[in-house]
């Protein structure tokens, strides 16, 4: 039971370069998101997916693009990648109505 | 702004002792508080949450107490282990507009339990 699933684990990418971060959860969940974690501030909201087909901002959507492309599967796109944009992303779903989210083991992303 | 704060980056405490890590929320429309363990390298894991409707919620080792009017919240762990050290998040949601799902997170306490 892989719960949710991040690809790829650790990236490195070049101002200017984009990139796909994929998730997919095995669970049902109706609910994804995108968090990103850095130094001393937290986990915060990029986006969200409250539904299949459904997409909503988060506190910090600037620069990320998402697609809800099935019940499954939740991706966070950078159009064009800047150093602002290294982190830790991670990827969580829910169940309808259930607050408490499972999360991925998340993508180290640094952009040089 | 802020809405969630954890202001103790860190705690140390002895294996065997009480932990307390506290979290207090200014936005009086959350409801729903919970309370998430993340060890490096790894995702987030849920350990407890408690509804508005609660003053406490106890699931083994750990207990988690709810003060509305003061808005602050406290995780205990008794007795603590150092399987235990890791960064403990503070999450609260609202219920509001059918919003239920998003979290807001605080910047988390780091914990260290020494054997």
């Known amino acids: 039971n892989a719960g949710v699933t991040q690809t790829p684990k650790f990236q490195v990418l070049k101002t200017g370069q984009s990139m796909t971060l994929q998730c997919a959860q095995d669970m049902n969940h109706n609910s994804m998101y995108w968090y990103r974690q850095d130094p001393g501030m937290g986990l915060r909201l990029i986006y969200y997916?409250?539904?299949?087909?459904?997409?909503d901002k988060g506190e910090v959507p600037n620069g990320y693009n998402v697609s809800r492309l099935n019940k499954r599967e939740f991706s966070l796109r950078l159009e064009s990648a800047a150093p602002s944009q290294t982190s830790v992303y991670f990827c969580a779903s829910s169940a309808q109505g259930i607050t408490e989210a499972f999360f991925g083991q998340g993508t180290r992303l640094t952009v040089v | 702004d802020q809405q969630v704060k954890q202001n103790s980056p860190s705690l140390s405490v002895q294996e065997g002792r009480i932990s307390i890590l506290n979290c207090d929320y200014t936005n009086s429309m959350f409801d729903y508080f919970l309370w998430y363990k993340k060890y490096p390298a790894e995702g987030p894991t849920f350990l407890i949450s408690?509804?508005?409707?609660?003053d406490k919620n106890e699931d083994g080792r750990f207990t988690v107490f709810l003060n509305k009017s003061a808005k602050h919240l406290s995780l205990h762990i008794v007795p603590s282990q150092p399987g235990d050290s890791a960064v403990y998040f503070c999450?609260?949601?609202?219920?509001?507009?059918?919003?239920?799902?998003?979290?807001?997170f605080g910047k988390g306490t780091l914990l260290t339990v020494n054997p």
């Open positions: 408690i509804s508005s409707i609660k």
């Open positions: 997916s409250a539904s299949e087909g459904t997409t």
């Open positions: 999450a609260a949601s609202s219920n509001s507009g059918g919003s239920n799902y998003k979290l807001t």
